[in-house]
């Protein structure tokens, strides 16, 4: 799996693009740099080519983690 995610900085939507081998549901979430999860959400996603837009305009400047887990939480 390929995995793209940008603008970085952003300031208003960050896109990721994933490539999978088949489809499957994902869970995205993002945590601060204490470890608070700040975002999460399920995506279905197709066999090949996905993209997935995240709202980051209400986020205050800094860094964050992109976490991506499947539906065995791997």
């Known amino acids: ?10 300031s208003d939507i960050i896109n990721i693009q994933l ?3 088949s489809q499957e549901t ?5 945590a601060d740099i204490s470890g608070n999860i700040i975002y999460s959400n399920s995506y ?24 991506l887990f499947d539906n065995n939480n791997n």
């Open 1 to 10: 799996n390929q995995i793209e995610v940008y603008p970085n900085p952003a």
């Open 19 to 21: 490539q999978v081998q």
């Open 44 to 67: 279905k996603l197709n066999t090949g080519a996905n993209s997935v837009q995240v709202p980051v305009q209400k986020l205050s400047n800094g860094i964050y983690h992109i976490m």
């Open 26 to 30: 994902i869970t995205l979430a993002m």
